[in-house]
């Protein structure tokens, strides 16, 4: 069975860094573009970033410059380095391995800036 596992969330002060991971099990990773996205209270799921298999990355505007996607093929993970991070990033942030029939969420992380 395949699982994503999310993890490094938590509360942060604005300006601050977090960097979240998302572990693949029961799956090959190496072949899918994985992806992270979040999703605040009453508001539509968005993409803030996703990696290709071959390395291609793609950020929301609202994040380019301050986040960094990045993937560990050996430890079949998946990792978000957030910084210089605002009140409006706080959401829960969702790992995403795949697209279409293939597509797997993880359960998601809750990151939540504040001061």
């Known amino acids: 069975q395949v699982q994503l596992m999310e993890s490094g969330g938590g509360l942060v002060q604005p300006g601050g860094s977090l960097r979240l991971s998302c572990l693949v099990s029961g799956s090959i990773f190496t072949v899918y573009t994985m992806g992270w996205y979040r999703q605040a209270p009453g508001k539509q799921r968005e993409l803030v970033a996703s990696?290709?298999?071959?390395?291609?990355?793609n950020y929301a505007d609202s994040v380019k410059g301050r986040f960094t996607i990045s993937r560990d093929n050996g430890k079949k993970t998946v990792y978000l380095q957030m910084n210089s991070l605002k009140p409006e990033d706080t959401a829960g942030y969702y790992c995403?391995?795949?697209?279409?029939?293939?597509?797997?969420w993880g359960q998601g992380t809750q990151v939540t800036v504040s001061s």
């Open positions: 995403k391995r795949g697209i279409g029939s293939e597509t797997v």
């Open positions: 990696i290709s298999s071959g390395g291609s990355t």
